[in-house]
C-alpha cells in the first residue's frame, strides 16, 4: 500500500500559520470533489440495483405470463397440448432464475450499495460538521482577540484590571476551542485520505462476488436440470419448422395456380358465367344508398345476404349482420339512380320502406333481383323451391328492365315516390296531373340568381311585375289598412316559419317547379355555407299572405291570394313548403304585359301541410264570397272563434310574438 504523501500536521494547528490554512484548503478542495464523485456513482450503482430488482420483477412476470397461456382457450388451439407442457416448464425454470434475481439483488444492495452510502452519510457528512464547528471557534478566536488587543496602556485600576483579566481568559478559552476544533479536524480529513480508498474499491468488490455467485448458481440449474428438456424443445421446434416449410410449399402452389386464371376473373362486370334466376340464397357486396340530407346522398359498401325471409346487412369487421328488410311479398325492380349502372330498389309491401342498391356487374345485379324475387314469393318455405323458382323465372326477366323517372310507368307497378321514407301527400290550388315529369330546365332557367333574404330588390320585384298592386310601404302602413281589415276578418292564421330563398321559375301551373326550386335553394345555401336564418311570421288571410317582422310587426312583403297560383310541401321534409306568385313583366313593351313566376321557399316550425291547407282554406273562402250561399254553408261546416272567426289551429308562434328575444337561427334543413 503506498504510504500517504501529504497530511496535515497535527502541532501545527495551534499556530494556524498562513502555510497551515493553505494546505488545509487543499484538503478541503479534495474532501469537496470526493463528495461530489461519492453521489455520482452513488446514482450508478442504484441504477445497476433497480435494473436487477426490476429483472427480478420481470422474470416472475414472465413466469406468470407463460402459464396464462393454457387459460385463453384459443379457437384454433388445436395441437397446442405440447406447446402448453412446454410453456409450463418454462415457467417453472423462469421461477427459479427469478430467485436467483432477486437473491442477487439483494447481495447487491447489501454489499455494493450500502458501503457507500455508509461512507457518504458517515465520513464525508463528519468532515462537513467539523467542518463548519472549526469555522464558527475561528470566528470566536478572532473576536475575543479584536477585544484583547483593544485594551488601554494607562495605568491599570481595579476596574481596568477586571477587564484586562476576563478578556485574558475569554481569549485562553476560545483559543483552547480552536485548537481542539481544528485538531478534529484535521485528524479526520487525514483519515478521509485512507477511507476513501476503501469507500472506492468496497462497492465493486461487492458486486463482483454477487454476480460470480450469480452466474454459479445459474450454471447448476441449467446444466443439470435443463440438458435433456431443452434438447427436447429444440427438436420439437425442428418438427414444428419442418410441418412449416411442407404447408408453406403447398401454399406457394395454391397461390400459383390460384394466380393463373385470367385477367377477365378480377375485372367488373366480365362475367362469363350465365345469370341463375332459380337462385333463392346469394350474398356478396353491395353498395346502399343513404340519405345524409335533404339533398344529399352517400353509398355505403356494405355485405348483404337473405336469411329466413329477410334481408340481412353486415359491415365489414362485424361479427353478426342485423336485419334491414323484410323481403316477403316485397316487389323488386331495376331504376336509373343518380347516373349509377346496375341500380335496383326493394320496397316493402306497404310502400313505407324502400332502399335502393347497387351490383358490381350486370350478371350480379341480374342475379340479385332474381333472388329477391323469388324469396318475396316466398317460395323458400315449399318443399321445391328451385322448381317454383324456375315458374317464376319470367316474372324476374321482366323485373330487370330499368324504368327511369321520367317514363311512365306500367298499369300496377309499384310508385318509386310512395317508397321514399317520410312521403308526404302535398296539397294544391289548380294542380295539372302529366303522364311524364317535366325535366328541370323546363321548370327553372339555368343560372337563375337565388334571393336568401327578404330585401328591398324582391319588393320592387313584385311592385313591379305586380298589375294594378299596391305598393308596400317599409314602414308597415297600407293606404288601404281599413278595407283589408275587413276583408281578412274571416280567416287569420299566423305561422313562425323561416325563409329560406326565392327565384324566378318558368311556369306557375305544376307542383314539380317548386320542389326543382326547393332542391335548388338547399343545394346553393349549402355550397355556399349560408345556414342562418331570421324567423318571420307568416300571416294567412281570407284576402292575402303576409311575411311579417316579429320584433317590428313590420310587413316585409305580402301578396294578394289570387296571385298565388301554386303551393305545396316538402314530400319528404315535412317542414319545408313553398308557393308560385304570379305577377306581369312588362319589359316587351306589351300593354297586357306577359305573365312571370316566382317561387318562395319557406321553414317551418310545424308541418308545411297544415300551412298549405290553410291557404287552400283561404281560397275556398275567397270563391264563397263570390255567392252567399255558399259562404255560409262553409261558415255551417268549418268551427269558428267567438269573434267569428274560422278555428283552424293554436298560434304557432308561442312567444315569439312580441318578438322578444329574436336572434338569426340556423336552418335544419
Known amino acids: 500500500m503506498p504510504a500517504v504523501h501529504h497530511k496535515l500536521l497535527l502541532e501545527d494547528a495551534l499556530q494556524d500559520s498562513p502555510q497551515t490554512r493553505s494546505l488545509l484548503s487543499v484538503f478541503e478542495e479534495d474532501a469537496g470533489m470526493l463528495t461530489d464523485y461519492t453521489n455520482q456513482l452513488l446514482q450508478s450503482l442504484q441504477r445497476v440495483f433497480g435494473a436487477q430488482s426490476e429483472m427480478g420483477l420481470a422474470t416472475e412476470q414472465l413466469s406468470q405470463q407463460l402459464l396464462q397461456y393454457e387459460k385463453k382457450n384459443f379457437a384454433l388451439g388445436k395441437g397446442d397440448e405440447e406447446v402448453i407442457a412446454t410453456l409450463q416448464n418454462f415457467a417453472k425454470t423462469v421461477g427459479e432464475l427469478n430467485s436467483l434475481h432477486s437473491e442477487l439483488a439483494n447481495q447487491m444492495a447489501d454489499s455494493m450499495v450500502f458501503p457507500l452510502i455508509q461512507f457518504r452519510e458517515k465520513d464525508l457528512t463528519e468532515i462537513s460538521t467539523l467542518k463548519e464547528i472549526f469555522g464558527i471557534a475561528t470566528d470566536e478566536h478572532e473576536a475575543a482577540m479584536v477585544k484583547y488587543s483593544r485594551l488601554p496602556k494607562k495605568k491599570e485600576n481595579e476596574k481596568s484590571g477586571q477587564l484586562k483579566s476576563d478578556l485574558v481568559k475569554e481569549v485562553a478559552y476560545t483559543r483552547r476551542k480552536q485548537h481542539q476544533a481544528s485538531l478534529q479536524y484535521y485528524c479526520a480529513l487525514n483519515a478521509l485520505q485512507y477511507r476513501k480508498r476503501i469507500a472506492m474499491l468496497e462497492p465493486m468488490l461487492g458486486y463482483t462476488q454477487a454476480q460470480i455467485s450469480f452466474f454459479k448458481k445459474g450454471v447448476e440449474l441449467v446444466s443439470k436440470k435443463m440438458d435433456n428438456f431443452l434438447s427436447s424443445v429444440s427438436s420439437m421446434t425442428q418438427n414444428i419448422?419442418?410441418?412449416?416449410?411442407v404447408e408453406a410449399e403447398a401454399m406457394r402452389g395454391s397461390q400459383r395456380e390460384l394466380l393463373s386464371v385470367?385477367?377477365?376473373?378480377?375485372?367488373p362486370d366480365k362475367d362469363t358465367e350465365p345469370v341463375n334466376r332459380t337462385l333463392i340464397q346469394k350474398a356478396g357486396y353491395l353498395n346502399i344508398r343513404n340519405k345524409t340530407g335533404l339533398v344529399t346522398t352517400a353509398w355505403d359498401r356494405l355485405y348483404f345476404f337473405p336469411q329466413g325471409g329477410n334481408l340481412m346487412c353486415q359491415p365489414r369487421g362485424a361479427v353478426a349482420g342485423g336485419m334491414v328488410l323484410d323481403l316477403d311479398n316485397s316487389s323488386v325492380m331495376a331504376v336509373e339512380c343518380e347516373d349509377r349502372r346496375y341500380c335496383f330498389q326493394i320496397t316493402s309491401p306497404s310502400g313505407k320502406t324502400s332502399m335502393i342498391l347497387q351490383a358490381e356487374s350486370k350478371r350480379e345485379y341480374e342475379e340479385w333481383i332474381c333472388t329477391v324475387n323469388n324469396i318475396s314469393r316466398q317460395i323458400y318455405l315449399t318443399d321445391n323451391p328451385e322448381a317454383v323458382a324456375i315458374r317464376l323465372n319470367q316474372t324476374a326477366i321482366q323485373a330487370v328492365t330499368p324504368i327511369?323517372?321520367?317514363?311512365?310507368?306500367?298499369e300496377g307497378s309499384p310508385n318509386p315516390d310512395r317508397a321514399k321514407p317520410g312521403g308526404i301527400h302535398t296539397?294544391?290550388?289548380?294542380?295539372?296531373?302529366?303522364?311524364a315529369a317535366p325535366e328541370p330546365e323546363d321548370l327553372i332557367a339555368p343560372g337563375t340568381p337565388i334571393q336568401f333574404d327578404i330585401m328591398l330588390p324582391a319588393s320592387e320585384f313584385q311592385d313591379q311585375n305586380r298589375a294594378g298592386g299596391r305598393r308596400t310601404n317599409p314602414f308597415g302602413e297600407t293606404d288601404d289598412e281599413c278595407s283589408t281589415e275587413s276583408d281578412d276578418s274571416l280567416l287569420q292564421q299566423v305561422f313562425a316559419v323561416r325563409f329560406l330563398g326565392s327565384m324566378a321559375v318558368r311556369c306557375g301551373n305544376n307542383q314539380e317547379v317548386i320542389y326543382?326550386?326547393?332542391?335548388?335553394?338547399l343545394a346553393a345555401r349549402a355550397i355556399h355555407n349560408i345556414f342562418r336564418t331570421t324567423e318571420s311570421h307568416l300571416m294567412v288571410t281570407s284576402s292575402s299572405l303576409r311575411l311579417i317582422d316579429p320584433q317590428t310587426q313590420v310587413t316585409r312583403i305580402s301578396f294578394q291570394l289570387e296571385e298565388v297560383c301554386q303551393f305545396a310541401a316538402h314530400q319528404e321534409n315535412g317542414r319545408?313548403?313553398?308557393f308560385v306568385v304570379e305577377g306581369r313583366d312588362w319589359s316587351d313593351g306589351n300593354e297586357e304585359g306577359e305573365p312571370s313566376f316566382c317561387a318562395f321557399v319557406f321553414e317551418s316550425n310545424t308541418e308545411g301541410e297544415k300551412i298549405c291547407y290553410t291557404?287552400?282554406?283561404?281560397?275556398?273562402?275567397?270563391?264563397?264570397?263570390?255567392?252567399p250561399e255558399a259562404l255560409a254553408q262553409l261558415m255551417k261546416n268549418m268551427p269558428l272563434t267567438n269573434d267569428g272567426k274560422f278555428l283552424l289551429l293554436e298560434p304557432e308562434t308561442g312567444d315569439t310574438t312580441n318578438g322578444a328575444g329574436q336572434e338569426d337561427l340556423e336552418s335544419e334543413a
Open 241 to 245: 419448422q419442418a410441418q412449416l416449410d
Open 427 to 435: 296539397t294544391s290550388s289548380g294542380s295539372q296531373k302529366t303522364g
Open 262 to 267: 385470367e385477367d377477365t376473373v378480377y375485372m
Open 404 to 410: 327511369t323517372s321520367f317514363e311512365k310507368r306500367p
Open 516 to 521: 326543382e326550386a326547393m332542391r335548388q335553394v
Open 576 to 578: 319545408l313548403m313553398g
Open 615 to 627: 291557404i287552400s282554406l283561404a281560397k275556398d273562402i275567397t270563391e264563397a264570397k263570390k255567392d
